[in-house]
């Protein structure tokens, strides 16, 4: 019986303020993909932090994971002039990385908790909700 993918990796609990959405992809393509939609979108990729590969390289193992940075200086700047302490949490961020099932997913702040969190007005805050449309890029399948 198949049905939607489940809304928490396995592996995990619920955390208030993440958004989790599954990926078709395993990590490594996924954060492709993710990648191409941003720049795509005109927006910057600041870093790609591999987790993963850094553990590997003291003898650590850890499931494939990686962390992009990103954003657009457009959006998020009226943002921390505004609420200087939302630079904590910008730019944007979307961890990729593998579930406990094998499962890609990937996993970010959800822009409406991040606007109450930094009590931003909604038009300082709709430039944050581009994660929202970039992910969505991501997990749909062609076709879809």
């Known amino acids: 019986m198949s049905g ?24 490594g393509e996924t954060v492709e993909r993710l990648t191409t939609a941003v720049r795509a979108a005109g927006a910057r990729v600041f870093s790609l932090i591999d987790h993963s590969g850094e553990a590997e390289d003291v003898g650590l ?6 962390l992009l940075i990103f954003g657009n200086p457009l ?7 505004a609420a200087p302490l939302s630079a904590i949490d910008l730019p944007l961020k979307v961890l990729v990385w593998q579930d406990d099932a094998g499962a890609a997913w ?24 581009a994660v929202d449309t970039l992910t969505d890029h991501v ?5 879809d």
């Open 4 to 27: 939607p993918p489940p809304a928490t990796p396995a592996g995990t609990r619920p955390t208030a303020g993440v958004v989790h959405k599954r990926s078709p992809y395993p990590v």
């Open 61 to 66: 193992v850890l499931r494939d994971t990686k």
């Open 75 to 81: 959006g998020g700047t009226p943002a921390m002039v």
């Open 106 to 129: 990937m996993s970010y702040l959800d822009p409406a908790w991040l606007a109450a969190r930094h009590a931003l007005t909604a038009d300082l805050a709709a430039p944050l909700s």
């Open 139 to 143: 997990a749909a399948r062609p076709g």
